[in-house]
């Protein structure tokens, strides 16, 4: 069975003057595990939700989190292993309690790191999740 891939778009970037672009893809499915790119503040129309604010970045990240599971035929109950990255540990609390909320019941693994920064100032925490569709 072929991958499927959610919501593809092509990202432009540049470095060192050179300008180039990829193609990258917001889900994969490969038979029944998902990977879901890394959810932040950032909507599916590009606005940015919750400036300053980590807890409301890390509802948007799981609300987005939560469409593109539901699009490859998962649920948030199908999530095995999320990665959360934070650029402060004081937005632990926030954010994991706005996690709680969406993953009450569903005990996945779970990593979390603080890092020097994100892909854009004002991203404060970014979630990576790894599903696993049930047989049942």
């Not at 180039?20 to 499915?29: G, N, P, R, W």
């Not at 005990?107 to 100032?121: E, F, K, M, S, Y």
């Amino acid at each position: 069975m072929p991958h499927q891939r959610y919501r593809t778009y092509a990202h432009t970037m540049s470095y060192e003057g050179e300008e180039f672009e990829y193609e990258l893809a917001m889900a994969v499915k490969a038979g029944n595990r998902i990977w879901v790119r890394g959810q932040t503040g950032l909507d599916f129309d590009g606005n940015f939700i919750g400036e300053g604010d980590p807890a409301a970045q890390a509802d948007n990240a799981m609300r987005c989190t939560d469409v593109l599971l539901r699009e490859a035929g998962a649920s948030l109950n199908d999530i095995v292993k999320t990665t959360v990255y934070l650029t402060d540990r004081e937005f632990r609390v926030p954010v994991f309690s706005v996690l709680a909320r969406w993953l009450k019941g569903v005990c996945p693994c779970q990593t979390g790191l603080i890092v020097n920064g994100l892909a854009r100032p004002e991203m404060m925490m970014e979630i990576d999740v790894e599903a696993v569709i049930s047989a049942d």
